[in-house]
C-alpha cells in the first residue's frame, strides 16, 4: 500500500503522547510518593504495529515500516517474592509483640521483686510467726498473725484475679478480631469487593493498579494477625486462606468464610491463643503454691486447720486469734506448734512461687526478644520490598526529564515533517522561491 506523506506526523505524534504518558505515571508516582501501600508504576513503551508496503523494497518485496511507539500497559513494579517474605515476617512479627505485650502485662501483675507482691506477703507472714513463737502468749501478736494471713490470702486472690483478667482480655481481643464485625472478616469483605472491581477491569482490558495496591495492602495487613496464603484464580481475583481455618477466607467463589476452627493461625491471633495457655499453666502453679502452702502451715499446727480452699483464688483464713493453737501440749509458754510453723520460710511454698516467678520472668523476657527480632526482621523485609516497589524521587525526577526530552525529540521531528510538507505543499513548482 502507498505510504501518506503525512505518516510521519503520525509517527511524531505517537511519540508524543506515548512521552506524554510516561510523564502522567511518572507524576503519579510523586504524588504518591509517600502514601502507604503504593506500588511504583511505569509506563511499558511498545514499538507500534508495522505498516506492510508492498514494493517498499529493492527486490519488489513487502516491506515492514515502523510506526512509531505506542503505551502498551501501565505496569506495576511489584515482586511477589518479596510479599511473601514480607507477609511471613509479619506474621513473626505480630505474634512476637502480642506476646510480648500480654507477658508484660503479666509481669506486672506479679510485680516481683516488690515490696507489695506475694513474695513480700509470705515474708510478712513468717515474720509474724517468728514473732509468735517468741511470745506464744501475747493475744496481740496471734491477732498479727491473722491479719497477715489474711493479707497474703488477698495476694493469692488478688493475683490469681489478675492472672485471669489477662487471660479474659486475649480471649476478648481474639473474638473482637474474629468476629463478625471484627477486623478479619471486615477485611474480608473488602477483598471480596476488590476481587470484582479488579475482575471486571482486567476483564475491560484495563490496568486496576490502584485497586491491587488496596488489595495487596489488606493482605499485608491480615499477615501481621495469621498467616496468608494467596491464590490466583484467574481474572485478576485471588481466593486467600488465612490461618489453619477448615475453609478459604475468601474462597475460588469469591465467597467469604468465618475463621472458624482456628488452633494454630499464626501470628497476633495465634500468639492470643497461646498466651491464654500459658497464663492458665501460671495459675496452675500458683494454686500449686497455694496448696503447698495450706497443708504445709496445716501439717505444722498437728493438723489444725487454718486456710480454707483448694485454689489461689479460693484461699482464704479459717483461724482466729482466740482458736490459734501454738502448742500442742498445752504448757504455759508452749511454742512448737509456732516455730514449726516459722520454719517453714524458704520451703516448698515459697520455692515453688519462687520457681514460677522465674519461669514467668524467663517467658517475658524471651518474648521480648522475640518482638524485637520479629520488628527488625519485618523492617528489613519491607526495606528489601521497597527497593523494587517504593518510590525513589530521584530515579523519578531523572525519568521526568528522560521522558520531556523524548517529548521535545518527538515535538522537533513533528516540526521538521511539517516543513517539508510545507515545502512540498506551497513551494513545489515555483521556480525561484
Do not use: C
Not at 488477698?154 to 485471669?164: E, I, P, T, V
Not at 497455694?290 to 483448694?310: D, E, I, K, R
Not at 525513589?392 to 526530552?405: A, H, K, P
Amino acid at each position: 500500500m502507498p505510504i501518506s506523506s503525512f505518516m510521519g506526523l503520525e509517527t511524531s505524534l505517537r511519540g508524543l503522547l506515548a512521552q506524554q504518558r510516561a510523564l502522567d505515571v511518572t507524576t503519579h508516582n510523586i504524588a504518591n510518593a509517600d502514601r502507604a501501600g503504593y506500588t511504583r508504576q511505569t509506563a511499558v513503551l511498545a514499538a507500534a504495529p508495522a505498516l506492510s508496503v508492498a514494493g517498499a523494497l529493492q527486490n519488489g518485496a513487502t516491506g515492514q515500516l515502523g510506526q512509531g511507539v505506542d503505551v502498551q500497559a501501565y505496569q506495576r513494579l511489584r515482586d511477589a517474592f518479596a510479599d511473601l517474605q514480607y507477609r511471613a515476617a509479619n506474621m513473626t512479627s505480630g505474634d512476637g509483640s502480642a506476646r510480648a505485650n500480654a507477658l508484660d502485662q503479666v509481669d506486672d501483675a506479679f510485680g516481683e521483686p516488690s515490696d507489695t507482691g506475694l513474695n513480700a506477703a509470705l515474708s510478712s507472714f513468717f515474720d509474724s510467726w517468728d514473732a509468735l513463737a517468741a511470745n506464744p502468749e501475747s493475744s496481740a501478736a496471734k491477732q498479727v498473725v491473722v491479719g497477715t494471713a489474711t493479707t497474703l490470702a488477698s495476694a493469692f486472690n488478688a493475683l490469681d484475679g489478675r492472672l485471669a483478667a489477662l487471660a479474659g482480655n486475649a480471649s476478648q481481643e481474639y473474638a473482637d478480631l474474629t468476629g463478625p464485625t471484627g477486623a478479619v472478616m471486615s477485611s474480608a469483605t473488602e477483598l471480596q469487593q476488590l476481587n470484582v472491581a479488579i475482575r471486571d477491569a482486567v476483564q475491560g482490558g484495563g490496568s486496576p493498579n490502584d485497586l491491587l495496591d488496596r488489595r495487596d495492602q489488606i493482605l499485608d495487613n491480615l499477615s501481621a494477625l495469621g498467616q496468608v496464603s494467596v491464590t490466583d484464580v484467574g481474572n485478576g481475583m485471588i481466593s486467600v486462606q488465612f490461618g489453619d481455618a477448615a475453609s478459604p477466607l475468601v474462597d475460588a467463589n469469591n465467597a467469604v468464610n468465618p475463621p472458624a476452627g482456628m488452633t494454630a493461625p499464626g501470628g497476633r491471633l495465634g500468639a492470643l491463643l497461646s498466651v491464654q495457655t500459658t497464663i492458665a499453666g501460671y495459675r496452675t502453679s500458683l494454686d500449686q503454691v497455694a496448696t503447698q502452702l495450706s497443708n504445709g502451715v496445716s501439717a505444722a499446727l498437728g493438723g489444725a486447720t487454718f486456710f480454707s480452699g483448694a485454689t489461689a483464688g479460693t484461699l482464704a483464713v479459717t483461724a482466729t486469734a482466740a482458736t490459734l493453737p501454738t502448742t500442742a501440749t498445752g504448757a504455759t509458754g508452749g511454742n512448737e506448734l509456732a516455730r514449726a510453723v516459722a520454719a517453714l520460710r524458704g520451703g516448698a511454698a515459697q520455692s515453688a512461687y519462687a520457681d514460677l516467678v522465674h519461669t514467668m520472668g524467663a517467658d517475658t523476657a524471651t518474648a521480648d526478644r522475640a518482638a524485637q527480632t520479629g520488628k527488625a526482621l519485618v523492617d528489613a523485609a519491607d526495606a528489601r520490598r521497597q527497593s523494587t516497589n517504593g518510590v525513589s524521587l530521584d530515579e523519578e525526577m531523572t525519568n521526568m526529564v528522560r521522558f520531556q526530552r523524548g517529548y521535545q525529540a518527538s515535538a522537533r521531528a513533528m516540526s521538521t515533517m511539517d516543513e517539508m510538507l510545507d515545502v512540498l505543499i506551497n513551494r513545489t513548482g515555483k521556480v525561484g522561491l
